[in-house]
C-alpha cells in the first residue's frame, strides 16, 4: 500500500489478556518505531527497528511487551497480560533509514483494557 | 525523562497572524529536529525538518528555527489560516527519534 497500515484500529481487551498488534510500513522501508501514546499527550518511543534487527527496545515499559519483524517488513507488537494502563494509542512509523531521516505513521491502534 | 519538551499546550491565534510554537530539548547528541502536525484520529503527518548544521529552514508559511546553544527550536507560520487548527509535535532524532508532548494550536477565523 502506499501508506503505513495498522490493525486492528480498535482493540478492547480484558485485563488479562494478551493482544498483537500488527503494523505494515512501507514498501522498502528500512526502518521501523513502535510509539505509545497517551491521552493529551506526545507519543512515547517503544522500541526501533533496522530491517529485522531490534536496535533498540529501551522503551518497552515492561517484559510483557515484546515486538518483532521476523522479515525485515511486518512488524508485530505483543503485550502480554494486559493491564490497564496500557491503554493508549499505539503508532507505528516507517523510514528509508537513512541519515536525516522523516518518519511516516500509521494512523494507530486505540487500545483499551477494561 | 522528557528528551524534548513542549512547555505550552495550548496557543490560539487569529487568522491571518503568525503562529509561533516553541520546543526545547536536553540532549545535545540530537542532530535532525522535525516537526508533525496531527489531527484527531490520525497519526502524525510530517511537516517540516532541519539539521543541526542549519539554523533556518523555510517552507512557504512554515519556517523552524534551531538555535543549538540554547537547545531550543521553533516553528513559524505565517500567515496563520484555519485549516492549520492542529497538535504540532516537535521531534528530535539522533538515531531514535525522540517527540514532545504537543501544542494544540487553534487558529480562529
Known amino acids: 500500500g502506499a501508506g503505513v497500515s495498522q490493525s486492528p484500529r480498535y482493540k478492547v481487551a480484558k485485563r488479562g489478556q494478551d493482544v498483537a498488534l500488527r503494523c505494515d510500513p512501507i514498501?522498502?522501508?528500512?526502518?521501523l518505531f513502535w510509539y505509545q501514546q497517551a491521552l493529551g499527550q506526545g507519543p512515547e518511543f517503544l522500541t526501533y527497528f533496522q530491517n529485522e534487527a531490534q536496535l533498540d527496545k529501551s522503551g518497552l515499559p515492561s517484559d510483557r511487551f515484546f515486538a518483532e519483524r521476523p522479515e525485515g517488513s511486518v512488524s508485530t507488537l505483543k503485550i502480554q497480560r494486559t493491564q490497564q494502563e496500557d491503554s493508549a494509542v499505539y503508532l507505528c512509523?516507517?523510514?528509508?533509514?537513512?541519515?536525516?531521516?522523516?518518519?511516516?505513521f500509521g494512523s494507530g491502534t486505540q487500545l483499551s483494557v477494561l | 525523562d522528557q528528551q524534548v519538551k513542549q512547555n505550552s499546550p495550548s496557543l490560539s491565534v487569529q487568522e491571518g497572524r503568525i503562529s509561533i510554537l516553541n520546543c526545547d530539548y536536553t540532549?545535545?547528541?540530537?542532530?535532525?529536529f522535525l516537526w508533525y502536525k496531527k489531527y484527531p484520529a490520525e497519526g502524525p503527518t510530517f511537516l517540516i525538518s532541519?539539521?543541526?548544521?542549519?539554523d533556518k529552514n523555510e517552507d512557504g508559511r512554515f519556517t523552524v528555527f534551531l538555535n543549538k546553544s540554547a537547545k531550543h527550536l521553533s516553528l513559524h507560520i505565517v500567515p496563520s489560516q484555519p485549516g492549520d487548527s492542529a497538535v504540532y509535535f516537535c521531534a528530535a532524532s539522533g538515531g531514535d527519534m525522540r517527540f514532545g508532548a504537543g501544542t494544540r494550536l487553534t487558529v480562529k477565523p
Open positions: 512509523a516507517s523510514g528509508t533509514g537513512t541519515g536525516y531521516e522523516k518518519l511516516f
Open positions: 532541519i539539521s543541526s548544521i542549519k
Open positions: 514498501s522498502g522501508h528500512v526502518s
Open positions: 540532549n545535545s547528541m540530537f542532530d535532525y
